[in-house]
T-cell receptor, first 115, second 115 residues
Framework: AQTVTQSQPEMSVQEAETVTLSCTYDTSESNYYLFWYKQPPSRQMILVIR??????QNATENRFSVNFQKAAKSFSLKISDSQLGDTAMYFCAFFLTGANSKLTFGKGITLSVRP | NAGVMQNPRHLVRRRGQEARLRCSPM?????VYWYRQLPEEGLKFMVYLQKENIIDESGMPKERFSAEFPKEGPSILRIQQVVRGDSAAYFC?????????????FGPGTRLTVL
């Protein structure tokens, strides 16, 4: 079974600065996907970024980028130029392709952006 | 293109009543997933359905819970004889089910409160 660990329960960052959220996972498989989802106070789950395990290049989406270290099973999210609207819970999630097609989520991290 | 729709957004039931949660996937998506989120926790997989078929229900409690995704109409998650422990946010997600695109897009969730 796959597990996802987010060991930091909460973090805080000053507006306009950069913050990195950590995530590690455990799997014996080689073909999978990793995601970061954001859950603001509205509780809506919003896709932030996606990474295919077979791609060595780290995914980027505007101010969001990942540091994917496959050998270390690490998948951190970097948020540059933090904005007040980035305040939310952030969940790391693992998806194994094939019959076991479901997302396995970490417990999440609460990010607060200070003005 | 409308996103994933869920209704109702809030549902209050008394112990012993039935709860029906509805999910309409994004247009063109044939795969539906249900997840449950307890307070201060990440999402936990419940069931994965395609049209008229349950593909994986390994996360569903064995009793009182059932799900369907009929040929016509929304997917339904049904909870019979609700108990207080069923109080949670229930999220539906859909994906196109195409090779290379298994990203799941989430609805706004249904918050179930059992009195």
């Amino acid at each position: 079974a796959q597990t996802v660990t987010q060991s930091q329960p909460e973090m805080s960052v000053q507006e306009a600065e950069t913050v990195t959220l950590s995530c590690t996972y455990d799997t014996s498989e080689s073909n999978y996907y990793l995601f970061w989802y954001k859950q603001p106070p509205s509780r809506q789950m919003i896709l932030v970024i996606r990474q295919e395990a077979y791609k060595q290049q780290n995914a980027t989406e505007n101010r969001f980028s990942v540091n994917f270290q496959k050998a270390a099973k690490s998948f951190s999210l970097k948020i540059s130029d933090s904005q007040l609207g980035d305040t939310a819970m952030y969940f790391c999630a693992f998806f194994l392709t094939g019959a076991n097609s479901k997302l396995t989520f970490g417990k999440g991290i609460t990010l607060s952006v200070r003005p | 293109n409308a996103g994933v729709m869920q209704n109702p957004r809030h549902l209050v039931r008394r112990r012993g009543q039935e709860a029906r949660l509805r999910c309409s996937p994004m247009k063109g998506h044939s795969h539906v997933y249900w997840y449950r989120q307890l307070p201060e926790e990440g999402l936990k997989f419940m069931v994965y359905l395609q049209k008229e078929n349950i593909i994986d229900e390994s996360g569903m409690p064995k009793e009182r819970f059932s799900a369907e995704f009929p040929k016509e109409g929304p997917s339904i998650l049904r909870i019979q004889q609700v108990v207080r422990g069923d109080s949670a946010a229930y999220f539906c997600a859909s994906s196109p089910g195409l090779a290379g695109d298994n990203t799941q897009y989430f609805g706004p969730g249904t918050r179930l409160t059992v009195l």
